[in-house]
Structures are given as structure tokens and as C-alpha cells.
């Protein structure tokens, strides 16, 4: 079985009024080639009459952001003239390439009449020939996912983007990243095989699962080796998991603010191209 390098714990770092767990990147875990960062916000409850998610206008070059909208809803706007509102169990899939402006709010609905929230958001990279390709973006609802079961129907898996034990992904994307959610019935089992020169990205949304002999709870994410195929899970509650793999791009990776480039000069340059506006501007 594939060896566990290190368990880490989502550090809690709440935004506003808006519940936020990261496990990466932390002090102890940059990144995982070519898995960036992930935000956990919620889950928590809106009252009516509430401000929704934060995030407005803002930039971005030289990476992906795939949004997963687990429980209430994403309003999305961008520069590119994108606009859409995202439900639960749907996903955002937004290539910055070359820069964009973009904003992620709750819709009009969610911030009259409140509801529960919780969503991710993981930022992937994109490989040097990638960084300024042409900015896009597609939002897909719950039903336009597709789905495959394992263990007689206790697991259940959302493949977004790769392929996933046989089922294709919803997006057809720029690079070979297989990323899915996956929801375990207590004491389901599933067996996995990656390819050893394939990272693996793991981060326990909710509930409890063994996972190569080693227990991993809630808001945690598990750093494996490349020394082996096999992957043995075992949910001990209801679980939900983010999984993921791909090859490395191994790469230099200069990251500040909203940009992922390879160098400084390449940052210094998004910061002059937004400020000049090269990047799009923003229209209410």
C-alpha cells in the first residue's frame, strides 16, 4: 500500500463572518504538485437578510479554481462576460490562463432568505505552456455530473474532471488532473490503485475513514509517498472526500496574492497588467 507521509490538520482561519478551514498551504505543507490550495468554508447557517460570501471583484493568472458547492449556492461573475449561480452538489471549473476579473457571491435568493452553506475551493496550476492561455469558464449543476457507485451502492462518487475508475469527468479540461467527491456509507469500503508517479490529493470533508491502516478525521488532508499503487479505504461514520491525483509538473512556482507563475518577473508583471487594466474591467 501506498505509505502515509503526514496528516495534516486544516488550520482554521475564518474570513469576515465566513467560517474557513485551509489545510494547504500551511506551514508545514506548501503545496501538492500540481494541487495548489484549498479553502474549506462552512458548513454554517445563514440567517435572513445576510451579507453571503465576500468575495468580490478580484484577479487572477496563471492557475484553475474548481469550486465545489456541497450545500447552498455560488453567483458567479467574470470579466469575460461568465455569469452564472451554482447549487448544491454543482461545481465551477475557471481557467485564469492569462487574467481575468471574477467574483463569487450568494445569490439574490440565498441573501434574502439565508440557508446552510459550505463550500471548497481548490486552486491547480497550470504548466508554464499554460499560464497565459485564454481565461474561460463553465459552471455545471449537481444533475450534469456524472456519478458511479461502489461497495453495492454504500459509495458514491461525483467525477468532475479525468477519469475515475472507468467513468469520464464532467469537464473537459487543459491539463490530466482526475478530481472527484466521494461519499461513503459507515463501514463501506474502496479499493484504489494510482500510478506511483501520480500525486495524490486526499482531504477528509466530514466523518471518519482508515485509509491505508491509518484513521483520518474530519478537516484533514493526508500527504502520501510515491512508493506504491494501492489505496485501502474504509469509512468508520458517513464520510465525504475530496480526492484527487496527477502527475506532478515540477516546475518552479512563484505564488503572491491571486498569481501563480513560474518566476518573479512574471508576478511583477500580472500586478502591472491588472493595474493598467490589461486584465479586464469590471462591470456591475
Known sequence: MRT??????????????????????TRDLEMIDPFLFLNHHGPQTYGPNNNGLPFGPHPHRGMETVTFILDGDI???DSGGHESV?????????????????????????KKFGGDLEILQLWVNLPA???????????????????????????????VS???????????????????????????????????????FFYLIKGE????????????????????????????????????FAKPFNEPVVARGPFVMNTMQEINQAYDDFQAGRLGRWQD
Open 86 to 110: 451554482i447549487y448544491s452538489g454543482g461545481v465551477q471549473w475557471m481557467t485564469a490562463g492569462s487574467g481575468l476579473l471574477h467574483a463569487e457571491v450568494s445569490s439574490s435568493d440565498f
Open 209 to 244: 475513514v482508515r485509509v491505508n491502516q491509518q484513521i483520518v478525521q474530519s478537516l484533514h488532508l493526508v500527504e502520501f509517498q510515491n512508493d506504491d499503487e494501492e489505496l485501502q479505504i474504509e469509512a468508520l461514520a458517513d464520510s465525504t472526500l475530496l480526492f484527487g
Open 129 to 159: 505552456k499554460l499560464k497565459m492561455t485564454e481565461p474561460r469558464y463553465e459552471g455545471l449543476q449537481q444533475d450534469e455530473i456524472p456519478t458511479t457507485v461502489f461497495d453495492e451502492g454504500k459509495i458514491n462518487a461525483s467525477v
Open 4 to 25: 502515509i507521509k503526514k496528516i495534516h490538520t486544516a488550520e482554521y482561519r475564518p474570513i469576515a463572518d465566513l467560517k474557513t478551514y485551509s489545510p494547504m498551504p
Open 162 to 200: 479525468g477519469n475515475f475508475e472507468g467513468t469520464k469527468g464532467a469537464f473537459d479540461i487543459l491539463t490530466d488532473i482526475t478530481l472527484t467527491t466521494i461519499n461513503f456509507k459507515e463501514n463501506s469500503k474502496l479499493e484504489l490503485k494510482v500510478p506511483k508517479d501520480k500525486n495524490i
Open 75 to 77: 453567483s458567479h461573475k
